[in-house]
């Protein structure tokens, strides 16, 4: 357990800086739980396969995808069972319906407790430099570890888990064949969810089809107009391809680094809402400093920012445009107000167009994306 002085220590730098809000789950996390020999899946390999328009699958070598791991860990995603009194499930801040992500502004724990951000899509996290909006996780296997033992979201232990798993005979039965036999550890379970979450890739948009197979009559002239707007890299323009990047071979639709877009930014108050990044780094130059989310099938996951507070593409469309919400840590990416290279007279069908681009990268669904049995 971690003394509570440290995290108040961690706390005093964006106190007097004025910022005190640092989100619980934005902390770091400890177990018990003593170390152990690295596991191996001993199941049947399958390949890594990705559609048009996403780069090769990165896939760490000592978890080689498999049928046994996947099914494994698609169950266990959409299961209950990992939260302290079985009410929440990977699945219900990740739902289908919304292609794994969460309608709600922000997303809920055990109890009902709200958070303070909204849950962005799994799929295609595979190619994310780092997960979480403020970057607190490097790996899948990280990503699918720390909402459990959060307070605010699943309440539970990883012991805890490993424990109630080693009690249910047929969680027993299908690690046994994922892993071999043997005790259930927290680091199958990890690995497990993270192979699963390794299929789910959404590419073939009308955009890949354009873009990358050749196909001219995929996107229509409207979303031809804003792929142009949004590669207008300068701040004059939308400058959309800065941040969300497109490559000559493929398109994830995100880059490495964090940026404050003003929408953290309280202007009554002059401070931050939520610190960002800042939570991880300690760096002021992070203040109020995002993970860029892909805009892959955009369309699909309202509502948008890290805190939910647009319901819209035409109200993000519009907030660019003013160039952000204006602070000291403002991203130097953003564009200039009012986006000057394009004619007042021609801004609105500008930003029709950046939309219906954006709506243009709606993909091919990933056939994992529902429950087993629930497609």
Same mark, same amino acid.
């Given at each position: 357990?971690?003394?509570?002085?440290?995290?108040?220590?961690?706390?005093?730098?964006?106190?007097?800086?004025?910022?005190?809000?640092?989100?619980?789950?934005?902390?770091?996390?400890?177990?018990?739980?003593?170390?152990?020999?690295?596991?191996?899946?001993?199941?049947?390999?399958?390949?890594?396969?990705?559609?048009?328009?996403?780069?090769?699958?990165?896939?760490?070598?000592?978890?080689?995808?498999?049928?046994?791991?996947?099914?494994?860990?698609?169950?266990?995603?959409?299961?209950?069972?990992?939260?302290?009194?079985?009410?929440?499930?990977?699945?219900?801040?990740?739902?289908?319906?919304?292609?794994?992500?969460?309608?709600?502004?922000?997303?809920?724990?055990?109890?009902?407790?709200? @958070?303070?951000?909204?849950?962005?899509?799994?799929?295609? &996290?595979?190619? =994310?430099?780092? $997960? #979480?909006?403020?970057?607190?996780? /490097?790996?899948?296997?990280?990503?699918?570890?720390?909402?459990?033992?959060?307070?605010?979201?699943?309440?539970?232990?990883?012991?805890?888990?490993?424990?109630?798993?080693?009690?249910?005979?047929?969680?027993?039965?299908?690690?046994?064949?994922?892993?071999?036999?043997?005790?259930?550890?927290?680091?199958?379970?990890?690995?497990?969810?993270?192979?699963?979450?390794?299929?789910?890739?959404?590419?073939?948009?009308?955009?890949?089809?354009?873009?990358? @197979?050749?196909?001219?009559?995929?996107?229509?002239?409207? &979303?031809?107009? =804003?792929?142009? $707007? #949004?590669?207008?890299?300068?701040? /004059?323009?939308?400058?959309?391809?800065?941040?969300?990047?497109?490559?000559?071979?493929?398109?994830?639709?995100?880059?490495?680094?964090?940026?404050?877009?003003?929408?953290?930014?309280?202007?009554?108050?002059?401070?931050?809402?939520?610190?960002?990044?800042?939570?991880?780094?300690?760096?002021?130059?992070?203040?109020?400093?995002?993970?860029?989310?892909?805009?892959?099938?955009?369309?699909?996951?309202?509502?948008?920012?890290?805190?939910?507070?647009?319901?819209?593409?035409?109200?993000?469309?519009?907030?660019?445009?003013?160039? =952000?919400?204006?602070?000291?840590?403002?991203?130097?990416?953003?564009?200039?107000?009012?986006?000057?290279?394009?004619?007042?007279?021609?801004?609105?069908?500008?930003?029709?167009?950046?939309?219906?681009?954006?709506?243009?990268?709606?993909?091919?669904?990933?056939?994992?994306?529902?429950?087993?049995?629930?497609?």
């Amino acid at each position: 357990m971690i003394p509570r002085r440290f995290f108040l220590l961690g706390a005093i730098p964006a106190m007097l800086l004025g910022q005190d809000f640092i989100p619980l789950r934005a902390r770091s996390w400890t177990t018990t739980m003593p170390d152990a020999a690295p596991v191996f899946p001993i199941g049947k390999r399958v390949p890594a396969s990705h559609p048009l328009g996403l780069p090769p699958v990165p896939v760490p070598d000592d978890t080689p995808l498999t049928e046994e791991t996947i099914a494994l860990g698609r169950k266990l995603f959409f299961d209950p069972v990992l939260s302290r009194d079985r009410t929440v499930s990977c699945a219900s801040c990740h739902t289908p319906s919304t292609l794994l992500s969460d309608p709600r502004r922000v997303s809920t724990g055990v109890g009902g407790k709200p @958070g303070a951000r909204q849950s962005m899509t799994i799929v295609d &996290a595979v190619y =994310g430099f780092s $997960l #979480f909006w403020d970057g607190r996780a /490097l790996t899948l296997e990280e990503q699918a570890s720390r909402p459990v033992a959060d307070p605010d979201e699943m309440a539970h232990s990883l012991l805890g888990v490993e424990r109630k798993l080693g009690a249910d005979p047929e969680y027993v039965r299908l690690f046994a064949e994922a892993w071999g036999p043997g005790p259930i550890r927290w680091e199958m379970v990890a690995k497990s969810i993270a192979s699963y979450e390794r299929t789910l890739l959404s590419g073939n948009s009308p955009f890949d089809r354009y873009f990358y @197979g050749g196909d001219k009559t995929a996107m229509n002239e409207s &979303a031809i107009r =804003g792929l142009e $707007l #949004f590669r207008m890299a300068t701040l /004059l323009g939308p400058n959309c391809v800065s941040c969300h990047r497109i490559l000559p071979e493929h398109a994830t639709f995100t880059e490495v680094r964090f940026h404050n877009t003003g929408v953290a930014w309280d202007p009554d108050d002059q401070s931050f809402r939520d610190v960002g990044h800042y939570a991880v780094t300690g760096d002021p130059k992070d203040l109020g400093a995002f993970k860029v989310p892909t805009l892959r099938n955009i369309a699909l996951t309202a509502p948008y920012m890290h805190d939910g507070s647009m319901k819209t593409l035409e109200e993000v469309v519009d907030f660019y445009f003013e160039g =952000g919400r204006p602070n000291p840590h403002l991203s130097g990416v953003m564009p200039h107000h009012g986006v000057p290279a394009i004619p007042p007279e021609q801004v609105p069908q500008a930003k029709a167009d950046l939309v219906e681009f954006m709506k243009a990268l709606t993909g091919d669904l990933p056939a994992g994306v529902h429950a087993a049995g629930g497609e």
